[in-house]
């Protein structure tokens, strides 16, 4: 894997994991009403869940691409329109705000109704690692686009341990920055003027990524 197959790999999971989604939503409610430090354990289930999908697809694809080669190819052109795909909705949804569960804040009834102490620590992990399950779109991604990084002539387990990880990473990492500003960030986001403004900055910036895959193998 070259450092530049890494750099793009890096920035398409950079974005895809800044989009408010399930897990995001999850941790940004859990750290609410909990806390930030009981709320790591919110994070850690979805993330358990995140590797443990990674994990057994990068072992089916490995077997898969064993036994068909061209199989990276088609991929290759798959994982592109699936980009392009990703980007022509975020356009299209513009400023529409989609339906959500209600964030709790500090100091009212809501949170209220769930001290820190309410659920154990094993309880919020395993929630979290259901709501971490329940996205298809994690499957799809990997499916698409792990073998588009991948030298088909080298040793597959370093490869794919390299993506893992940077993928948890930077799941990790965009886990933080919802906890820490995320409530600020999901209010905005109320706004349909400036979820417009972040809808199409997402739209161009996946079909951009999806023009540097079909250029050539990333």
Do not use: D
Not at 21 to 40: D, I, K, Q
Not at 82 to 94: D, H
Not at 135 to 154: D, E, M, S, V, Y
Not at 177 to 189: K, M
């Amino acid at each position: 894997m070259s450092w530049h197959n890494w750099g793009v790999f890096c920035g398409i999971v950079f974005f895809l994991c800044a989009i408010p989604g399930p897990n995001m939503l999850h941790v940004l409610a859990s750290v609410a009403r909990v806390g930030m430090a009981r709320g790591l354990a919110t994070m850690l289930g979805c993330l358990s869940a995140v590797v443990l999908v990674l994990v057994a697809s990068a072992a089916g694809l490995g077997a898969a691409l064993a036994a068909s080669p061209h199989l990276f190819g088609v991929l290759r052109v798959c994982g592109a329109v699936y980009l392009f795909w990703l980007g022509i909705q975020a356009w299209q949804e513009g400023g529409r705000v989609p339906p959500s569960a209600p964030v709790a804040v500090p100091n009212t009834p809501t949170a209220q109704a769930e001290s820190p102490q309410h659920g154990s620590a094993w309880g919020r992990w395993r929630k979290g690692f259901w709501v971490g399950l329940s996205n298809p779109k994690l499957l799809l991604f990997a499916a698409a686009f792990f073998p588009q990084f991948i030298a088909p002539h080298a040793p597959q387990l370093p490869q794919f341990v390299v993506l893992i990880t940077t993928f948890a990473l930077l799941e990790m990492l965009w886990y933080g920055v919802y906890a820490v500003g995320g409530y600020t960030l999901a209010q905005q986001l109320q706004r349909p003027a400036i979820r417009r403004v972040f809808n199409r900055i997402t739209g161009c910036v996946f079909m951009g990524f999806g023009a540097v895959l079909l250029r050539g193998r990333a």
